[in-house]
């Protein structure tokens, strides 16, 4: 019904950046929230950042000031740049939408099947 495709992870050293995307495609009528969140080995799933339809923005504390969450609504897309990375962002990152799809009167959410970041010299 929709699929969420993720891309632009990858290895990185301490201090460098990257830029991750996120894509939903599918049946839709309206997206509502989108986000990202991370899980580390051997801990829980956590919130990275959203973004509403309007724009406006949310991030976790540990993130704040090092990573920026945007949006295309005409592209049902959402985008991560992370900068000042440290060896602790290492996750898998994925990517979250509240989506109404065409025909259907209640939101559902959905995933990406996730990304790995790896911060390491």
Avoid: H
Wanted: net charge positive.
């Amino acid at each position: 019904q929709v699929q969420l495709v993720e891309s632009g992870g990858g290895l990185v050293q301490p201090g460098g950046s990257l830029r991750l995307s996120c894509a939903a495609s599918g049946i839709i009528f309206s997206i509502y929230d989108m986000g990202w969140y991370r899980q580390a080995p051997g801990k829980q799933r956590e919130k990275v950042a959203t973004i509403t339809n309007r724009g406006n923005t949310n991030y976790a504390d540990p993130v704040k000031g090092r990573f920026t969450i945007s949006r295309d609504n005409a592209k049902n897309a959402i985008y991560l740049q992370l900068n000042s990375l440290k060896p602790e962002d290492t996750a898998v990152y994925y990517c979250n939408a509240d989506v109404l799809l065409r025909g259907s009167a209640f939101r559902n959410d959905y995933w990406g099947q996730g990304i790995q970041v790896t911060v390491s010299s």
